[in-house]
């Protein structure tokens, strides 16, 4: 009769250690699933010359590459051609050129200021257009939330 009580009772401690093993189990899953499930930020600021932009409500980003020539007289120079620029710096031997990003209402002037040569002109865009590559990349990334141009 002792001998009885001794399996049932062992019955029933087992019975006790699977429940809890499988508590324990259950509980590793659910935590596993929980800490799964990120939310990200929409806030996204770009600082540039120690001005901080914030992009988290920008709807539209637009690129302006301009001229001011003697007499300010302003053209847009953005698809211009190196035959084109050529001849503009047959007229003036300098050209204040002015790159800016335009955020909604916001604008960040990249880069600004007087090119004597279509080298330095092209010098100026590429570096622009590599800027308006970066925003790009910053806006698609979920994870990212800060880009510092330079």
């Known amino acids: 009769?002792?001998?009885?009580?001794?399996?049932?009772?062992?019955?029933?401690?087992?019975?006790?250690?699977?429940?809890?093993?499988?508590?324990v189990l259950s509980m590793l899953l659910l935590a596993g699933c929980i800490s799964s499930s990120r939310s990200y930020n929409n806030d996204k600021n770009i600082v540039y010359n120690g001005t901080m932009y914030n992009m988290g409500n920008v709807k539209q980003v637009k690129t302006i590459?301009?001229?001011?020539m003697h007499g300010d007289q302003q053209m847009?120079?953005?698809?211009?051609?190196?035959?084109?620029?050529?001849?503009?710096?047959d007229q003036?031997?300098?050209?204040?050129?002015?790159?800016s990003f335009e955020f909604d209402d916001?604008?960040?002037?990249?880069?600004?200021?007087?090119?004597t040569s279509w080298s330095q002109f092209t010098k100026m865009?590429?570096?622009f257009?590599?800027?308006?590559?970066?925003?790009?990349?910053?806006?698609?990334?979920?994870?990212?939330?800060?880009?510092?141009?330079?």
Do not use: C, P
Request: cysteine-free.
């Open 1 to 23: 009769m002792f001998k009885a009580t001794n399996t049932l009772k062992a019955k029933h401690q087992f019975g006790r250690t699977l429940v809890l093993a499988a508590s």
């Open 65 to 68: 590459v301009s001229g001011t």
């Open 76 to 89: 847009d120079l953005k698809n211009v051609t190196k035959k084109q620029f050529a001849g503009l710096l």
């Open 92 to 99: 003036e031997k300098q050209i204040y050129v002015r790159m």
């Open 106 to 115: 916001q604008e960040l002037v990249y880069r600004a200021g007087n090119v």
């Open 125 to 127: 865009k590429n570096s």
């Open 129 to 150: 257009v590599s800027a308006g590559n970066q925003i790009s990349k910053l806006m698609s990334d979920k994870k990212k939330i800060q880009l510092k141009l330079k």
